[in-house]
């Protein structure tokens, strides 16, 4: 009987030790910092040290600044982030990443690929008629100029991966989506158009790897380079003398350690514990150097399903350096001296400066492609036709 007190006693000062040191080591990192903790992904701001005032004292407004302030600046701030994070995703499936739906086999998802998947962000006939019919004019004006247009359509992961969607999507019917009507649009114009969402579809079952990750929200590197590589071909089969380099594909590395932005999703979600991955293909790259003719320049105007290409320099490199212009709002690459906002450019002008224009959207984004670009060169090219009789 004495043995089994003792043998409780030390249970329960175990325990109770136990406790005390998982409340008070995050108390000691905090202090000594002494252990390298992995930093949050994403979007956030630490908020700035409140100053104290008897004003916002009194009306509580310095407390609770103070407080927020003291959340998001916390050393181990991480630690309880993804201890948090990971407690929602592992018991109840749940994602602490804003718009991200977790689907079958934990395939993650962005909602907006979804709703273009389905159609409920389908902006209708007429408005993608009316887009298709400006981007023609613009082209037809551009290529007056010298300057030839370009169409690209980027696949999105949900139709690409339906089959993967959470079940409680089974039972949705599929409506007229906005790739759908700019697809046929496109394929009657005389826009140079290039729809790798069609493409991706047609090879998926014969494709040696990979084309989407399991848990990032672009296509995958391996996809991103074949993608690229046709693109290149494209582009010199319509440029009569200036050609860019080819894109030359080596020895392939398979590996479940994902690269670059194929588990964007994940890394964003701040778990504790990684989420099994598909093996991916990482081919070496590289351009053709002994190619010396002259680069055609070519403007991009894209998503972030561009973000791929042009870091492993395919405007610098293959372009003759052109500029890209994320979702018609930043330049890139951003110079000293130079503006890094479209809305601060003379955009005829530097449009005009380009022998190619190219426009890149993913599916998800169609509703609102082509991004305010052709609108505001149509404005500059034609607003004397624009104005009313009266003025």
Do not use: C
């Given at each position: 009987?004495?043995?089994?007190?003792?043998?409780?006693?030390?249970?329960?000062?175990?325990?109770?030790?136990?406790?005390?040191?998982?409340?008070?080591?995050?108390?000691?990192?905090?202090?000594?910092?002494?252990?390298?903790?992995?930093?949050?992904?994403?979007?956030?701001?630490?908020?700035?040290?409140?100053?104290?005032?008897?004003?916002?004292?009194?009306?509580?407004?310095?407390?609770?600044?103070?407080?927020?302030?003291?959340?998001?600046?916390?050393?181990?701030?991480?630690?309880?982030?993804?201890?948090?994070?990971?407690?929602?995703?592992?018991?109840?499936?749940?994602?602490?990443?804003?718009?991200?739906?977790?689907?079958?086999?934990?395939?993650?998802?962005?909602?907006?690929?979804?709703?273009?998947?389905?159609?409920?962000?389908?902006?209708?006939?007429?408005?993608?008629?009316?887009?298709?019919?400006?981007?023609?004019?613009?082209?037809?004006?551009?290529?007056?100029?010298?300057?030839?247009?370009?169409?690209?359509?980027?696949?999105?992961?949900?139709?690409?991966?339906?089959?993967?969607?959470?079940?409680?999507?089974?039972?949705?019917?599929?409506?007229?989506?906005?790739?759908?009507?700019?697809?046929?649009?496109?394929l009657s114009s005389n826009i140079h158009y290039l729809d790798f969402k069609k493409w991706y579809l047609d090879i998926k079952e014969t494709s040696k790897y990979p084309l989407f990750p399991k848990t990032g929200i672009h296509w995958s590197k391996y996809g991103e380079l074949i993608a690229a590589d046709s693109i290149i071909h494209y582009i010199n089969s319509i440029s009569p003398t200036k050609k860019a380099p080819e894109l030359l594909l080596g020895k392939t590395k398979v590996t479940s350690d994902m690269w670059g932005t194929d588990d964007d999703i994940e890394q964003g979600m701040n778990l504790m514990f990684d989420i099994p991955d598909l093996e991916m293909a990482y081919p070496h790259y590289e351009y053709d150097t002994l190619n010396k003719q002259e680069q055609p320049k070519v403007l991009t105007v894209a998503d972030s399903y561009y973000w791929g290409m042009f870091n492993f320099s395919l405007s610098k490199k293959a372009f003759d350096n052109g500029e890209f212009w994320f979702y018609n709002i930043d330049i890139f690459p951003s110079e000293e001296g130079k503006p890094s906002f479209v809305s601060e450019i003379d955009i005829v002008e530097s449009v005009e400066q380009n022998d190619i224009v190219m426009l890149v959207s993913t599916d998800a984004n169609l509703f609102k492609f082509p991004f305010g670009f052709i609108d505001r060169l149509y404005e500059a090219y034609y607003s004397d036709q624009l104005k009313a009789p009266s003025e």
């Open positions: 009987m004495m043995n089994r007190m003792k043998s409780t006693i030390k249970y329960k000062k175990g325990l109770f030790i136990g406790i005390l040191g998982i409340l008070v080591f995050p108390l000691f990192l905090e202090f000594t910092e002494m252990i390298q903790l992995k930093p949050l992904k994403g979007s956030y701001e630490i908020p700035e040290n409140p100053e104290f005032t008897l004003a916002q004292w009194f009306t509580g407004e310095y407390q609770d600044e103070k407080e927020n302030f003291i959340k998001k600046s916390l050393y181990v701030r991480p630690v309880f982030v993804r201890f948090y994070n990971q407690y929602h995703y592992s018991f109840f499936n749940i994602p602490k990443a804003n718009s991200i739906i977790i689907g079958k086999s934990s395939y993650l998802f962005g909602d907006n690929y979804i709703k273009e998947y389905f159609g409920t962000n389908f902006i209708g006939h007429q408005k993608i008629e009316e887009k298709v019919n400006k981007i023609q004019r613009v082209a037809d004006t551009l290529k007056a100029k010298g300057i030839d247009l370009i169409v690209v359509l980027a696949p999105g992961k949900a139709s690409f991966y339906p089959e993967y969607l959470p079940e409680s999507y089974d039972s949705m019917s599929v409506g007229t989506t906005n790739y759908e009507v700019y697809n046929q649009q496109f």
